[in-house]
Every structure is written in C-alpha cells, then in structure tokens.
C-alpha cells in the first residue's frame, strides 16, 4: 500500500490534449473542405490549440507539484509537448491558408487531411489505453501504417506542384501547407513511439 498516492489525473489530462488534438485534425479537415467558412473553422482551430497549451501548462505544473508521478517525469513531459507539437503544427498549417487567402483547394489537401483525422482518432485511442501495452502496440501499428499512406499522398501532390501546371506563388503556397500537414502527421507518429517507451517501462 502506497503511504503517498501517485497522482492519477495526468491521465485525465493526457486524454483532454489527445482530445483537442483530434478536435483540431477534424476541423483542418473542414477547413480544407469548406474554404468558404475559413475564418471560422481557422478560429476554431485556433481555439483548440489554445486549449492545448492551458492543459500542457497544467500538466507541467501538475509535475511541479507532485511528489509521485504515474510514470517517470521526463516521459510526462516529453508526452505532453508531443501531442501539443501536433496541434501546433495543425494551427500552423490553418494559419497558412488564412495568411495565403486560400479560396480554392487542391483535393490533395483533403486526402492528406483526411489520413490526418484518421492519425488522431489512432493517437486518442493509444492515449486512453496507455496503460495497456497491447492497446499502445496495435495504435502504433496503425499510425505507422497512417504516415506511409500520408507519405505517399504528400510525395505524389508534391510531384504535381511541380509539373509545371502552376505558377511560382501557387507552388509556394501549397508546398508549405503540405509540409505542415505532413509534419503532423510525422509528428502523431512520435506520439506513438514516446506512449510505446512509456509502456516498455511501466508494462
């Protein structure tokens, strides 16, 4: 019997940033498929992200204070700026297609946003069962298999911005916007990898 209980709410924190993170990989999602309502859906992305950074300041606070972590507190931290690195990457890639005044999306944006719902739905799943080792393997198996997809998408789209059928401008801009969504995605697989050293050792 513990005299001193290891606090459990990082959990409960972990699971809300994994949620904002999801909140935020579906609404890039809509953005790119209703650019119409970009002003919204980029505020609203904003929002989440702001959300993000409240509770990972709560979870390094929380680790100021608290004498027995659930697990080892420099993997607290390095999960916590992980999962927040994605939603920073998923602003970032919103905040571009404010600042480029994107009206007119390339289907590619939407196919490559679309692996990256399907990388977050993965990522909150292994952060609710990061205590179960075989729930974190099967998530970080999928997510592996997520980014190659995501990898192919974003090579292929890379390849037509260059084929000459754009000008210069056009290039620039979609090249970085498929660079912030395929650093996300890049990133969501990170995610896995610190939950799977998290298991190793607490399993």
Request: glycine share 4%.
């Amino acid at each position: 019997m513990r005299l001193i209980p290891r606090d459990e709410q990082f959990y409960e924190l972990f699971t809300q940033l994994a949620e904002r993170l999801s909140l935020a990989a579906r609404l890039l999602n809509q953005l790119f498929r209703e650019p119409e309502r970009r002003a919204e859906h980029v505020q609203a992305i904003k929002s989440a992200e702001h959300e993000a950074d409240e509770i990972t300041r709560e979870i390094i606070d929380r680790l100021d204070r608290t004498f027995i972590t659930p697990f080892d507190r420099e993997d607290i931290h390095q999960l916590a700026s992980a999962l927040d690195e994605v939603v920073d990457l998923l602003d970032g890639a919103a905040r571009r297609v404010e600042i480029f005044r994107i009206t007119t999306v390339h289907q590619a944006a939407v196919t490559l946003s679309d692996v990256m719902v399907r990388a977050a739905v993965q990522v909150e799943a292994a952060v609710r069962g990061m205590k179960d080792p075989k729930v974190v393997g099967l998530k970080a198996q999928e997510l592996k298999k997520l980014e190659e997809e995501g990898d192919a998408i974003y090579h292929e789209s890379m390849g037509a911005l260059f084929d000459g059928a754009l000008d210069a401008i056009e290039v620039i801009k979609w090249k970085e916007l498929y660079d912030k969504v395929e650093d996300a995605l890049d990133q969501a697989e990170d995610v896995a990898n610190v939950l799977q050293s998290i298991a190793l050792k607490n399993g």
